[in-house]
């Protein structure tokens, strides 16, 4: 006979049942969302800090699973300040994909979704007519004025004659990436109650993501120059292929490969691990987006080629003016790489502040401890210190600190409720009850 003990290893099959009927209930519900009818100013939303370019505000992506549901992301808060970049550190499966999944609308769908929280972005949407169309800027006819100044024709209802090409067609003026322009506007965005459709002016044209293995993540049966120029086709609207090619091997050029006419021809299988991950960036930047994710772009690398890439994304993002987000496990990376750091565990951000504020002051058990576990030149250490214990299971989290179960630091009221943020300097936040007495300003999540 089955002993209580036992049963906690396996579900029976009224219990499976019971979790099969939920999830397609909660599948349903959020499939539906995702594929409403929305208006703009029902997705719009607005900064709590408008230096921010991305803000996090309690996010919950969960995986509905037959085994029950997965709280991989379970109420995660930060931001990615304009111009900055912020690393996202962790231990594996702590959530730091799936958060950035999050944010491209990209989670493993129909279990996978976005359950409840916020993620404002700072976008620059076209403008759409009452049709919901997207509104053209057009090139006007010129005649030279009385006083020989070139002026916009006007014809006799006083409004400005456009101008027709061959075809009898209205000629659209085009923009810096040769595509046609359109009347935009800057709106601050929800991306988590964005529609599907929505969300495809802004993935790929604002927010652009560099996975980490380039090799799965290009098509082997198509050339690298197909896959870029695919990328120009699909969102930059009115480009000739022409100057998509033209576009493809500028961007090859400017993430220092030096043959990019004949890489343009070449299959994935042909190039290096580290050409290979250059093209991935390349492909990111066709479109000049805001905001790059990049989820471990060096972990398949050697680290001749790793500081060639971290070189590059550094400079990428003077040249572009825009901000990072860099994931990684490496802890080297992000001291080297990032302007703040944001340490999640479990699904939950557990501190986060400026790189000196992480590296140099520490305060999360858990940071300390990732910390000490990293290899140094310079000092003599026998064995490396490893945390003790296992991450909670994402089924069944403790209502507790979810790191309690490994924590040498544990005091007594951290059987109570999971901690809220302390707020240790300005720039520093931290998820921990030892530091209570220090608070400057929790927010309590
Ligand atoms: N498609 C999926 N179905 C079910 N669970 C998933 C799926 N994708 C991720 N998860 C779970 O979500 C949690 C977070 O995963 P995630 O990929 O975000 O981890 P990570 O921090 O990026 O780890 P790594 O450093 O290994 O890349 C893990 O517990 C993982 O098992
Ligand atoms: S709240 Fe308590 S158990 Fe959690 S990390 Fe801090 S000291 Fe450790
Ligand atoms: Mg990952």
Redesign the pocket.
Known sequence: MATNKDKKHYISRSESRAIAKENSKAIRHFEKQKKRRAKPDDYTAQMKDDNNIIEFEDLHTY?F?DAGT?K?VNGVTFSIPAGSTVGVV??????????SLSLMQLV?AP??QIVSGSIRFKASLFKRDARGKKIPVYEYETETDENGNQAVKLNENGEPVIKLNKKGKKIIKKNELGGNLYEMEDRVVDIAKMPTDAMRSIRGREIAMIFQEPMTSLNPVFTIGNQLDEVGLLHIEGISKKQVKARSIEMLKLVGIADAEGVYKKFPHELSGGMRQRVMIAIALLCNPKLIIAD?PTTALDVTIQAQILELLRDIKHKINGSIML?T?DLGVVAEMADYVVV?YA?RVIEMGTAEDIFDHPMHPYTIGLQKSKPTVDGEVDKLYCIPGFVPN?INMPDYCYFRDRCEMCKEKCAGEYPGYVQVSPTHKVACYLYEDTKEDGDGK
């Open positions: 995986f699973s997965v991989a962790g231990e594996s499966g702590c959530g730091k994909s799936v958060t493993q279990s996978g471990e994931i496990h999640m699904g994402p």
